[in-house]
């Protein structure tokens, strides 16, 4: 089920990226067309960029699910076969420790509980963590700045599940190796 979830989510993150790329085209173009009329859209540019960073964390989130990211793997391709299948255990265990202490760096960032426990007053919250996350707006579009910055907790629930998958995997795939006669 684990598994399925995963792929499922990867899928979305893929489609979600894509649609991001192409919207990130039109924005650019929308922008060139704008300025050289004379009639610029200062909010394009930082649209643009908010969207650019979503895609990269959808698409991270993806890439590292199916375990395509870029690696050098001089060494790697050296091991034997169970030595390597050892070291993409490793290398699971480390991208999963990373996705969860981003997601315990994003709660205390967000502090729900804070901001609950102050019934969503903003001022009340301010005042008690010096934290002013929801306070805080973009630039040109003027929206609240927590909105763009959810993708960093999105990115780290997505890739904490794709890492207990494939750590998972990886696990079963060093657990068959040793069934098999060499």
């Not at 610029?40 to 993806?62: C, K, P, R, V």
């Not at 060494?75 to 480390?94: C, E, H, M």
């Not at 630039?139 to 780290?156: D, E, M, N, Q, S």
Request: charged share 15%; hydrophobic share 55%; proline share 3%.
């Amino acid at each position: 089920m684990l598994k399925r979830l995963s792929s499922g989510i990867a899928r979305c993150e893929g489609g979600i990226a894509a649609g991001l790329a192409a919207i990130i085209t039109l924005l650019i173009l929308l922008n060139i067309v704008t300025r050289s009329l004379g009639q610029a859209l200062y909010w394009t540019d930082e649209l643009a960029i908010h969207a650019m960073i979503w895609m990269t964390f959808f698409t991270t989130s993806a890439v590292l699910k199916r375990r395509e990211g870029v690696a050098v793997t001089l060494l790697a391709d050296l091991l034997p076969s169970g030595a390597r299948q050892g070291l993409n255990l490793f290398v699971d265990i480390l991208v999963l420790f990373f996705a969860l202490f981003l997601a315990v760096l994003c709660w205390r960032w967000y502090d729900p509980t804070t901001l609950w426990a102050s019934g969503f007053d903003l001022q009340a919250f301010q005042g008690a963590t010096f934290n002013f996350i929801y306070s805080e707006t973009s630039r040109t579009l003027g929206i609240p700045k927590f909105w763009v910055w959810l993708c960093l907790p999105i990115f780290a629930v997505s890739l904490s599940l794709h890492a207990v998958v494939n750590l998972i995997d990886g696990i079963k795939g060093l657990a068959g190796a040793e069934r098999r006669p060499a």
